[in-house]
């Protein structure tokens, strides 16, 4: 069984800078896929980036980008020019690669406050 | 594109009542659908996988007969909670999977349906 972790219950940060949120995970599989979905107060969930555990090349997308460490299975998550709009639940999961699709798996997640 | 709806967004019923939430893909066919329940400031605790077609996959803890899940068709699913009690009171989410990609990473979420059970 896979498990996710995220240690940081809590986080702030001023606008304008930037914060990076720690998740690390437990599997005997090689291939798999890593997320960050964020939950705003709407609690509706957003896919905010994706990384492919066979590609060495960290993921980006605009403000946000990754960190992929697979030996050590750490997947952190830096947010830049954090914006009030940044303010959200965000979950680090985890799937299985396979063709019919597999489950995700979620941790506890971290409340991040973006302060003006 | 990939846009999933359900329905209703909220609701309040009595005690003893069943209740019927949907899932629906608009703009997709869905294979597989998930729900969750979260609780407030928890993560999404998965409850059982839909398939269409087929019955339901449900998570270890999770009553079946209390949660009944239907997956009639590609773009629907449908989670009722039969003789609700105040602690089904939860938010509700569903999650569905793209057939048409061909590894089927991606899960579109729903907007969440709020249960209060008095």
């Known amino acids: 069984a896979q498990t996710v972790t995220q240690s940081q219950p809590e986080m702030s940060v001023q606008e304008a800078e930037t914060v990076t949120l720690s998740c690390t995970y437990d599997t005997s599989e090689n291939n798999y896929y890593l997320f960050w979905y964020k939950q705003p107060p709407s609690r509706q969930m957003i896919l905010v980036i994706r990384?492919?555990?066979?590609?060495?090349q960290n993921a980006t997308e605009n403000r946000f980008s990754v960190n992929f460490q697979k030996a050590a299975k750490s997947f952190s998550l830096k947010i830049s020019d954090s914006q009030l709009g940044d303010t959200a639940m965000y979950f680090c999961?985890?799937?299985?690669?396979?063709?019919?699709?597999?489950?995700?798996?979620f941790g506890e997640g971290t409340q991040l406050t973006v302060n003006p | 594109g990939a846009v999933v709806s359900q329905h209703p967004s909220w609701v309040i019923c009595k005690s003893g009542t069943s209740v019927k939430i949907e899932c629906r893909s608009l703009d997709f066919q869905a294979t597989t659908m998930f729900w969750y329940r979260q609780f407030p400031k928890q993560s999404l605790m998965l409850m059982a996988t839909s398939n269409e077609g087929s019955k339901a996959t449900y998570e270890q803890g999770v009553e079946k007969d209390k949660f009944l899940i239907n997956h009639a068709s590609l773009t629907l699913s449908t989670l009722t909670v039969t003789s609700a009690h105040p602690e089904d009171s939860s938010f509700y989410i569903c999650?569905?999977?793209?057939?048409?990609?061909?590894?089927?990473?991606?899960?579109?979420f729903g907007p969440g349906t709020r249960l209060l059970v008095l």
């Open positions: 990384q492919e555990a066979y590609k060495q």
């Open positions: 999650s569905a999977r793209d057939r048409g990609l061909a590894i089927q990473e991606t899960q579109y």
């Open positions: 999961a985890f799937m299985r690669r396979e063709t019919s699709g597999s489950r995700l798996t």
